[in-house]
């Protein structure tokens, strides 16, 4: 992990996927089985979830980005070699050990149906394929590279896609076009998921993808560490919620009051005054 910040804990290991600190307050996560298209073990799983769990609390972290190593895949959903030989070899340990052979309640690579409570950036780089896909369809931002191909495949292999990705598809690109990407198992570019506003934009090349991410997240990093948090809550409740006024009031009976009694409320209001850039504190949320 290189020279590791002052954390209130370190966090949690993580086999597979690599977490570095490059800059202040974003957390790197890369998905480091490339031989594999980066491919998701169970273990794997249960670890990003130890992971993104830990992120959320350590006060010092505001953002995330995942990505894939190489260039050939970003994820491309299960280790079907690994389900393959489980089936084969008549394990049933799955009864007593269920965790081994299951997702976490954050869904795949622990991602997927993830609430949390700060933000993700997905960097795209090559194939995002069933599960890899369904890890997208729930980051917060979405940077595909242009050589990104999206799909999920399930259908074709006698699956469906269950780590959440299907209501969300559904949510962002509408009935008809989900239906069709879904049903056939067709991939789609790069170009095509910009169209159907699956993805925020297309890196200016492969190599680029990673520098845009970094981009974007320090913007994320540099609000107000409790206006983020309040932010995308009020985001993800709109997404959930059947009523847009009930998600309004959702979210301004949780935090209106202690953001206002909050320190950075203050210092953004005082900052923006005396036109200098906000000192931010650490978010109590």
Request: with cysteine.
């Amino acid at each position: 992990m290189g020279s590791m910040p002052a954390f209130g804990s370190r966090p949690p290991p993580c086999s597979g996927c690599d977490v570095t600190f490059p800059e202040q307050h974003i957390m790197l996560a890369t998905i480091n089985r490339p031989r594999q298209l980066n491919s998701i073990p169970y273990e794997l799983h249960w670890q990003m979830d130890a992971l993104f769990r830990w992120f959320d609390k350590e006060p010092t972290l505001r953002v995330a980005i995942v990505t894939g190593a190489g260039d050939r895949a970003f994820c491309v959903g299960s280790d079907l070699i690994e389900i393959e030989r489980i089936k084969k070899s008549g394990d049933d340990s799955w009864k007593t050990e269920p965790y081994k052979y299951n997702h976490p309640s954050t869904g795949f690579a622990g991602i997927s149906r993830r609430e949390g409570k700060k933000p993700i950036v997905a960097a795209i780089n090559g194939y995002a394929l069933g599960g890899g896909w369904e890890i997208a369809l729930n980051c917060d931002v979405v940077i595909a590279s242009p050589s990104a191909r999206f799909g999920l495949p399930e259908a074709k292999v006698g699956l469906y896609a269950y780590g959440g990705g299907l209501p969300r598809l559904i949510r962002t690109a509408g009935l008809h076009v989900a239906s069709e990407i879904a049903l056939t198992g067709r991939t789609i570019t790069a170009k095509e998921a910009l169209h159907r506003n699956l993805v925020n934009r297309i890196s200016d090349s492969s190599q680029t993808l990673i520098d845009e991410a970094f981009d974007v997240a320090r913007e994320i990093a540099a609000v107000s560490p409790d206006a983020l948090i309040i932010t995308r809550a009020a985001l993800r409740e709109a997404l959930e919620a059947p009523s847009i006024e009930r998600a309004f009031q959702i979210t301004h009976e949780r935090f209106y009051e202690k953001l206002m009694a909050g320190p950075n409320s203050a210092e953004g209001l005082s900052a923006f005054r005396e036109k200098r850039q906000p000192k931010w504190k650490t978010s109590r949320l």
